[in-house]
């Protein structure tokens, strides 16, 4: 068993049978790669990153890097101690809480657009509050901000709530055992214990924020330069100039993979470090 364990994983030439046994692996990875290449090529070939100069992409883009990393800012500060109760408490209730949390991962994003409206809407049932306090959310950047937080949070809470739960408890034991309380106990050895997971699921809410549009669109609109995000920018092109929908998913596409490489790369360095 041992020997073919070994030919099969460090064998340089695959024999036919198991060429068999990966074909199916194979047209999976040509249906992941192919229109993505498409689409690289079909931008690159045309010079469609030119287009990026246009005023509409301009502010679409400069309005997804303002409101995603301000959605992240606000999971980073209302997520981390969310995560931290979450990894080190038993409570009840909790196992309720976390699938609250985590609901919105596996929500469709229209389901997500319409519960926001319904919610903080002008005829939600939030609506009529929050207009005698004199606020309105839909159609307005803050509806953008609050659109993206409420699909990407859940991504940056789940990660690192694994990186806090990861942590050993003896280490945990000896810190209190030294008189540390809570708060130097989180400050000084859990957070930095948990950088890594935290930075990464950082990186992906920013990804997941970025990319937002069904739910974005149905609570927020798509006004040029207040609520139209690049996904939005997108869908508008391909009515009205496919060539910056091009351009804008280049960007995407780009922004994507290096942020799931720097992710990647974290992850390969604490399996590393681990070992």
Known sequence: MSQLRKSFFHSKVLPFTEWLFI??????????????????????????????????????????????????????????????????????????????????????????GIALLIAFGRQGVFGSTLSSLGITLPFTTTAVILAQTFVSAPLFVRAARIGFAEIDHQIVEAAYVEGSNEWQL??????????????????????????????????????????QTMPLAIYLGLERSLSIALALSTVLVFVSFLLLLVTRRLENHKDGSSS
């Open 186 to 227: 989180f400050r000084f050895l859990m957070f930095p214990l948990a950088g890594r997971a935290i930075l990464s699921g950082a990186i992906l809410a920013w990804t997941r924020a970025i990319g937002e549009f069904g739910a974005t669109i149905l609570f927020a609109g798509n006004l040029e330069g207040v609520t």
């Open 23 to 112: 074909l199916p692996s194979l047209l999976l990875l040509a249906l992941l790669a192919l229109p993505i290449l498409a689409l690289l090529w079909r931008a690159g070939a045309a010079g469609m990153l030119l287009f990026l100069t246009q005023p509409g992409a301009v502010a679409a883009l400069r309005l997804s890097l303002l409101t995603s990393s301000l959605s992240v800012l606000i999971a980073i500060l209302t997520g981390t101690p969310l995560a931290f109760v979450l990894a080190r408490r038993k409570f009840t209730g909790k196992t309720i809480l976390e699938l609250v949390i985590d609901l919105p991962i596996v929500l469709p994003p229209s389901v997500a």
